[in-house]
Antibody, heavy 119, light 107 residues
Framework: EVQLVQSGAEVKKPGESLTISCKAT????????IGWARQMPGKGLEWMGT????????TYSPSFQGQVTISVDKSISAAYLQWSSLKASDTAMYFC????????????WGQGTLVTVSS | DIQMTQSPSTLSASVGDRVTITCRSS??????LAWYQQKPGKAPKLLMS???TLESGVPSRFSGSGSGTEFTLTISSLQPDDFATYHC?????????FGQGTKVEIK
């Protein structure tokens, strides 16, 4: 059974750094693109970016390029989403997502990690 | 970017009702559209892809149609488990974009 299990909720101050994680099980991690989506409070979903674990090739949405970093550690089947300097506007739920094969829709989702940025 | 617009934003319905949600794209996306169901506090769940192909395990009361710029998700007879928010997503053109969601609530 495919599972994407994310790290727990975080409360941070503006300017702080943060990395959240997503541990994948139940499939060959290196063979499928994995990525992240954002959902701000009461809003719709936004695709942030995806990475291929085999070679770390990464594609970002223009809205998130330069704002976050997506990475993987294929030795432990984990994906990461990193911020170097959080802003209050980064407050949101973040979902780990698995891309379905060659198509850019998402067949498995993590349970979500709530990130709250407040002074 | 391709803009995805869902209507209505909120829909009030009763168990047993036939429900239709519309998703429009700002330019043609052929049939490259996915639908997701999201319950409060939970992750979205993929319902269908390529506009009308149901995922395994999704009840047959769900159906999808459309191509080009206009798409519909229909629930033929609304069940208690179907009260949720539904999102459409285009995967024709980068960057991949979602609609704002349609909340189906109990009337």
């Amino acid at each position: 059974e495919v599972q994407l299990v994310q790290s727990g909720a975080e409360v941070k101050k503006p300017g702080e750094s943060l990395t959240i994680s997503c541990k994948a099980t139940g499939y060959s991690f290196s063979s499928q693109w994995i990525g992240w989506a954002r959902q701000m409070p009461g809003k719709g979903l936004e695709w942030m970016g995806t990475i291929h674990p085999a070679d770390s090739e990464t594609t970002y949405s223009p809205s998130f390029q330069g704002q976050v970093t997506i990475s993987v550690d294929k030795s432990i089947s984990a994906a990461y989403l990193q911020w170097s300097s959080l802003k209050a506007s980064d407050t949101a739920m973040y979902f780990c997502v698995r891309r379905f094969g060659a198509y850019y829709y998402f067949d498995y989702w993590g349970q979500g990690t709530l990130v709250t940025v407040s002074s | 970017d391709i803009q995805m617009t869902q209507s209505p934003s909120t829909l009030s319905a009763s168990v047993g009702d036939r429900v239709t949600i519309t998703c429009r794209s700002s330019q043609s996306i052929s049939s490259w559209l996915a639908w997701y169901q999201q319950k409060p506090g939970k992750a979205p769940k993929l319902l269908m892809s390529k506009a009308s192909t149901l995922e395994s395990g999704v009840p047959s009361r769900f159906s999808g149609s459309g191509s080009g710029t206009e798409f519909t998700l229909t629930i033929s007879s609304l069940q208690p488990d179907d009260f949720a928010t539904y999102h459409c997503q285009q995967y024709n053109s980068y960057p991949w974009t979602f609609g704002q969601g349609t909340k189906v609530e109990i009337k």
